[in-house]
């Protein structure tokens, strides 16, 4: 079987790592010339709305899926009348729009932050006086690792913002005193059959990803899976999806979703009996889905900017290298380390290990 993946980043690399035992080949279409995951397959090098290239890889592969939302749901919509599209256009439409998306979630009755369309400065005045400060402004698209938002904290903050932002639709979130950011990894395959990971504690640092571990017997595990039921549920989803939460009194308000394998799941390539990238492609290609239970102590470090010394992390005991092979580069995700150790106290210690390398 072949796979098609719009985008070729680190995403697409580890699913074609993981596609590759199955006897999966890959073609990747994606505009960079070093796309990373080129490395696994065939790479189409062309614009995400090249529809000549576009149909070009829907007549080399058997079906497509992609590794990031910023793939304009039009471009999925048009592969779907050639290739099956897992997720579905659909499925992309709503969750990389965040209006689309928190409006989704209020319908299922899933808790959400106060929030509000903004398409004019004097909608933002008018939803700052009703919702208040501190409050988050965020683009409606494509904003990802901390970009494309801005914290208001007064009414000197909020008096140009969404000029700052680009003048494009955003939504206003009211601030959340959340507890915790926790994050669930779904999913779901052809025939409904649904599955989930353990919950996952989530540490961001200027809005990125640094450090994810993985939860046992996590108290809210169970409200987080009945809401990201309703989703899967409502999409017809069909692959691995993230939801994103924060823990708030007791309970958790949704933060946002992805439609794809995401950075906190990364635990599972050596922490969970089945990984989440070789889930995804199980349940797009129709395969019976993998156990999801983990296999000891396990954390995810993002390295962000550059790797440290090759040889300084794979001394480390417990210690599983992830080197993307991409250009060091400051705010950029270029690898990870993946934790598996026999009990709590070691992968503390791992943790503060790894910890100390991105440091020094």
Same mark, same amino acid.
């Given at each position: 079987?072949?796979?098609?993946?719009?985008g070729g980043?680190?995403?697409g690399r580890?699913?074609a790592l993981?596609?590759t035992?199955?006897?999966?080949?890959?073609?990747f279409l994606?505009?960079a010339?070093d796309?990373?995951?080129?490395?696994?397959?065939?790479?189409?090098?062309?614009?995400y709305?090249?529809q000549?290239?576009?149909?070009?890889?829907?007549d080399e592969?058997?079906?497509?899926t992609? #590794?990031f939302?910023s *793939? %304009?749901?039009?471009?999925?919509? /048009?592969?779907?009348r050639f290739?099956p &599209?897992?997720p579905? @256009?659909e499925a992309l439409?709503?969750a990389?729009?965040?209006?689309?998306e928190?409006?989704?979630?209020?319908?299922?009755?899933i808790?959400?932050p106060?929030?509000a369309?903004i398409?004019?400065q004097a909608d933002?005045?008018?939803?700052v006086?009703?919702?208040g400060?501190?409050?988050?402004?965020?683009t409606?698209?494509?904003?990802?690792d901390?970009?494309?938002?801005?914290?208001?904290?007064?009414a000197?903050?909020a008096a140009?913002?969404?000029? #700052?932002l680009?003048? *494009? %639709?955003?939504?206003l979130?009211g /601030?959340?005193p959340?507890?915790?950011? &926790?994050?669930?990894? @779904?999913?779901?395959?052809r025939?409904g059959?649904?599955?989930?990971y353990?919950?996952?504690?989530n540490?961001h640092e200027s809005?990125?990803?640094?450090?994810?571990?993985?939860s046992d017997?996590?108290p809210l595990q169970?409200?987080?899976?009945?809401?990201?039921?309703?989703?899967?549920?409502?999409?017809?989803?069909?692959?691995?999806?993230?939801?994103?939460?924060?823990?708030?009194?007791g309970?958790?308000?949704?933060?946002?979703i992805?439609?794809r394998?995401h950075?906190?799941g990364?635990?599972?390539?050596e922490?969970?009996r089945c990984?989440?990238?070789?889930?995804?492609l199980? @349940?797009v290609?129709?395969?019976p889905?993998?156990?999801?239970?983990r296999r000891?102590?396990?954390?995810?470090?993002?390295?962000?900017g550059?790797?440290?010394?090759?040889?300084?992390?794979v001394?480390?005991a417990d210690?599983h290298l992830?080197?993307?092979?991409?250009?060091?580069k400051?705010?950029r995700?270029?690898?990870h380390?993946?934790l598996?150790c026999?009990?709590?106290a070691?992968?503390?210690q791992?943790?503060a290990?790894v910890?100390?390398?991105?440091?020094?």
């Amino acid at each position: 079987m072949k796979i098609g993946v719009i985008g070729g980043g680190q995403l697409g690399r580890m699913l074609a790592l993981a596609g590759t035992p199955l006897g999966m080949d890959f073609a990747f279409l994606d505009p960079a010339p070093d796309a990373c995951a080129a490395a696994l397959g065939e790479h189409i090098r062309a614009d995400y709305g090249d529809q000549d290239h576009l149909r070009q890889l829907a007549d080399e592969v058997d079906l497509v899926t992609f #590794e990031f939302e910023s *793939v %304009p749901a039009e471009t999925v919509a /048009f592969l779907s009348r050639f290739v099956p &599209v897992y997720p579905s @256009a659909e499925a992309l439409r709503i969750a990389r729009d965040r209006w689309f998306e928190k409006s989704m979630f209020k319908d299922l009755g899933i808790p959400t932050p106060a929030f509000a369309d903004i398409q004019s400065q004097a909608d933002l005045d008018a939803a700052v006086a009703a919702i208040g400060l501190p409050a988050v402004l965020k683009t409606r698209t494509l904003g990802y690792d901390g970009k494309g938002q801005k914290v208001l904290r007064s009414a000197a903050d909020a008096a140009d913002a969404f000029a #700052e932002l680009g003048s *494009v %639709p955003c939504l206003l979130e009211g /601030f959340v005193p959340f507890t915790g950011e &926790v994050s669930l990894i @779904a999913v779901r395959a052809r025939d409904g059959e649904t599955r989930f990971y353990p919950l996952v504690h989530n540490t961001h640092e200027s809005g990125i990803l640094r450090l994810s571990v993985a939860s046992d017997a996590h108290p809210l595990q169970a409200l987080a899976e009945d809401y990201a039921g309703r989703v899967l549920d409502q999409l017809q989803y069909v692959g691995v999806l993230a939801f994103e939460f924060f823990e708030v009194d007791g309970g958790l308000k949704a933060n946002e979703i992805a439609p794809r394998v995401h950075n906190s799941g990364h635990w599972t390539i050596e922490g969970a009996r089945c990984s989440q990238f070789e889930n995804h492609l199980r @349940a797009v290609a129709g395969l019976p889905l993998g156990a999801t239970t983990r296999r000891g102590e396990t954390a995810m470090l993002n390295f962000i900017g550059t790797v440290p010394p090759v040889e300084k992390v794979v001394a480390l005991a417990d210690c599983h290298l992830h080197h993307y092979g991409k250009a060091f580069k400051d705010g950029r995700k270029v690898g990870h380390a993946t934790l598996l150790c026999a009990d709590r106290a070691t992968l503390d210690q791992r943790i503060a290990d790894v910890q100390a390398l991105i440091d020094a």
